[in-house]
């Protein structure tokens, strides 16, 4: 999402890149897609700003009533009162009346596309003849936004729409990275925007809600952990939207949020059928809530999977909100904080897992090729960087905690690494502590240390090069 912040837009420039490259290749059919609240209004118009540009939104009245709509911001986009009062009869005639009239081609911008399927599951055969006959022949680029993850990919981009093959590009939007939230909240240090960045996962408009002169367990106490407030709420909007049976989706979120990540440990946390848990992991996989995880190191899935958690905003309000909603609903908020206190310590080491991950990946001198977990039975390591090309690997121990002994940390690190089938006799090792601070920074041969002042340095620098 672009976000003016005293005259500064906070990221997506490599987003704004990739429409602007598409733009220039007119005609075009772009999609535009992602989880709600992530940016994407914010982005197109961003993008379509000083444009010649027709915005639309989209919603969940009839097919008919969103024509007309669509009709009248078209003749106020013309000035041409007859257009808007007009009788059109369907959408193919509208956009072909519109291309006559419309001069130099504008950027058209349609919001919510979903919604126009919801309500008239003709739309893709429709835009397609739109496409077609009358589109593809001008110099329109036509974008197409919608928040329904599942919706697009299975009626806009499946290979069976009749869309496919007509878009000249797509992105899916993700949340803005972790680095980008200094620029949100300057006075933060790294540990509370670490902190705020397990509560929001990089979504803008949650970010929008922490208050900069308030701290972060101020913050979600206000914000999170009480009754009416957006946050409080948001997660189970967002899952009635999508699903029907939230009672079992509410279970596997939470026995996934307490670290039960595989399937038998979901199963026997939940009790449900595992032909069921089954349908629902795949469902919630669909869209984007969780993400199935194997060894960095494997080259084919196995069955000894992970399930994650894909959205700290999930993970966070299952964890915390989600048990304890009889707390909030009764003004308990100081007992709630009292009692989560050291949980909250423990989920904050899995969030500081993910930005050590984004950490690596910027400012080690080890170019990677790919990154992630790696277990074994009983042995984990919170990440493992590899370069397929050179054969280089990097153990990575992300340690969410202060006075950490850097000797005996790589001692352990050292001996958990010697598990890893992965080039073996041929590859060149190294090792990397990150934490929130060591009892000393000795010089550790092939071994990297960190601490949360270069997490500090790091997105400063970040801060000061949007490119990074």
Known sequence: ?????????????????????????????????????????????????????????????????????????MGRFLGDGIFEKSDIRDWAELFEEFVKRAGRKPVIIIDEFPYLIHSNRAIPSIFQKIWDLNLSKSDIFLILLGSSISMVENYILDYKSPLYGRRSGQLKLGPLRFKDLKEFLPEYPAEDLINVYGVTDGIPLYILKFERKKNFIENIKEHIFSRGEFLYQECEILLKEEFREIANYSLILKAISFGRNRFGEIANFTGLDKTLISKYLDNLMNLHIIRKEFPVTETKELRNAWYLLEDNYFNFWFRFVYPNKSLIEEGRQKELLDAIRNDMNQYMSFIFEKVCKQFALDALPVKLTKIGKWWYKDKEIDLVGLNEKTKEIIFIECKWAENVNPKKAAEDLAKKAEFVGWNNGKRKENYCIIAKSFSEKPKLRNTFLFDIKDVEKWLVTAASRPDL
């Open 1 to 73: 999402m672009i976000i003016m912040i005293q005259q500064i837009f906070v990221g997506r420039q490599e987003e704004l890149k990739i429409l602007n490259r598409f733009e220039k290749s007119r005609p075009g059919l772009f999609i535009l897609y992602g989880r709600r609240r992530v940016g994407k209004t914010e982005l197109v118009k961003h993008f379509s700003s000083g444009k010649k540009a027709l915005y639309f939104l989209a919603d969940e009245r009839p097919d008919k009533e969103n024509l007309k709509e669509l009709q009248r911001i």
